[in-house]
């Protein structure tokens, strides 16, 4: 299984950025994929989640009304719109996937995911 973010870039407050991530290798449909971000000397934050089986989705409270997530099936991707970006958004977001059998466990909204699958990251900086 493979995830490669893309998309990420400088851009200043206000702006708006669409990170993409792509997998392959991975049964797409009906699982819960979902983006994270780091930030240096901050734990690793969950953005967003999408479960591709219904398309239900999650957002942290610090982006909720600011980001999308969204996917393509036939595409097997996932993207993250981020529009009205402020300085604190700044990070390296790293696309994720669930695992068949669990792995990393995060709480997105009282579901526990567990993700077993981890992307590089796509670096985001709003100044």
């Known amino acids: 299984v493979q995830l490669v973010e893309s998309g990420g870039a400088s851009v200043q407050r206000g702006g708006s950025l669409r990170l993409s991530c792509v997998a392959s290798g991975y049964a797409f449909n009906d699982h819960r994929m979902a983006w994270f971000r780091q930030a240096p000397g901050k734990e690793r934050e969950g953005v967003a989640r999408i479960y591709t089986g219904s398309g239900n989705t999650y957002y942290a409270d610090s982006v909720k009304g600011r980001f999308t997530i969204s996917q393509d099936n036939a595409k097997n991707t996932v993207f993250l719109q981020m529009d009205s970006l402020q300085i604190e958004d700044s990070g390296m977001y790293i696309c994720?996937?669930?695992?068949?059998?669990?792995?990393?466990?995060?709480?997105?909204?009282?579901?526990?995911?567990?993700?077993?699958?981890w992307g590089q990251g796509s670096q985001v900086t709003v100044s």
């Open positions: 994720a996937a669930e695992g068949p059998d669990g792995g990393t466990w995060y709480k997105f909204g009282g579901i526990r995911v567990g993700f077993a699958y």
